[in-house]
């Protein structure tokens, strides 16, 4: 089969896992605790000097320890602390960045070190890519969607006024580092929006781990440690495992990961970007793909069903927003994801087995009525 055997169990406390990329390949690190070992840091983390990038928010609670560990290794620390936000992964953001990096006569050697979420490690991920055409780079997510998703895979960039992700590059970190005890602080909101990625995991390929995902949902939402680490591990493996295949997304294998995001993205845009969370977005785009698939004759409707009930589990919205169905479908085509103006949606045969392809019209609309809350 595509997917390699499972190296991560329920017992691992500190999970160790490789991303085989031939020369770009690197670890990843999952455990307790794991911003403070100073060995690991030492080991994992090169060079002498380290520009910490991270955020207002993130900063008090984080950056001290991360600091003190990466003194202790030996290295000099630079810390960086940008406003906390979506709306400041942009341009003025990243030439702070830089502009930090040349008043300190930083060099190729210098390694960017990302600690935080999804933004800061999409941010600095992308100044690395291009400070000096490319220095080193190691992230080290602190929310759940940074520790199962967007750390992992080597998609770097920043936002455009036109649209989201719209500038950035493919380049890999030299390590990820993620501590799951970062996750106590999470607010529930962000937690919820992160587990749409490890359902969306499960789904798309596994489905022993998403009968897994539902029978611990509530150790999960309760932040039990053994639980999150044991998904993060999965989820990072299975993600790492699609990207070794299709690093650049040019086979069509790595678009299975948009399973829920083409819906999701038409929500985002839709009621207008933050207005709900883009794993808040998913959680719902996974239930509307579930029953275009069900509506298609593809997925059997308890597996409709499972999904449905895992994602309200996971405290994330099942009903659409009422957008109307033309804009609904308007919003849909506009997705970078498309080939020649046609909607790609990724749908389900099974639960682990998700596909790519367009749809007949009449039937997106009728999942398009069926989602959504019609006031
Ligand atoms: P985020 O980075 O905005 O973090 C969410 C909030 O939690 C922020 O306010 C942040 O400051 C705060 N926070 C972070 N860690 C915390 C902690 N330990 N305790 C308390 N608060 C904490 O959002 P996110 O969901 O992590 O990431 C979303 C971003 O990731 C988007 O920009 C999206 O485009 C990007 N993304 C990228 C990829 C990729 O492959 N590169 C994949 C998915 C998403
Ligand atoms: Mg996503």
Known sequence: GRQKKSMVTRESKHIHLQVDLGERSYPIEIGPGLINDSKLIARLVKGSRIVVVTNTVVAPLYLEKMTRSLEAAGKQVIPIVLPDGEQEKNWASLMTVFDILLENKCDRKTTLLALGGGVIGDLTGYAAASF??????????????????????????????????????????????????????????????????????GAILDPDYFAWIEKDIAQLMARDGAALAYAIGRSCEIKADVVRQDERESSGLRAILNFGHTFGHAIEAGLGFGEWLHGEAVGCGMVMAADLSCRMGLLDAASTERISKLVKAAGL???????????????????????????????????GSAFVTTVPDAMLRETLKACVNAV
Do not use: C
């Not at 998609?155 to 996750?183: C, R, S, W």
């Open 317 to 351: 919205p099942t009903v659409a927003p009422d957008l109307g169905v033309d804009r609904w479908i308007e919003l849909m085509q506009v997705d970078k994801k498309n080939a020649g103006g046609e909607i790609q949606f990724i749908l389900l045969k099974s639960l």
């Open 132 to 201: 000096m055409r490319g220095i080193p780079f190691v992230q080290v997510p602190t929310t759940l969607l940074a520790e199962v998703d967007s750390s992992v895979g080597g998609k770097t960039g920043i936002n455009h006024p036109l649209g989201k992700n719209m500038i950035g590059a493919f380049y890999q970190p030299e390590a990820v580092i993620a501590d799951t005890l970062t996750l106590n602080t999470l607010p529930d909101r962000e937690l919820s929006a992160g587990m749409a990625e490890v359902i969306k995991h």
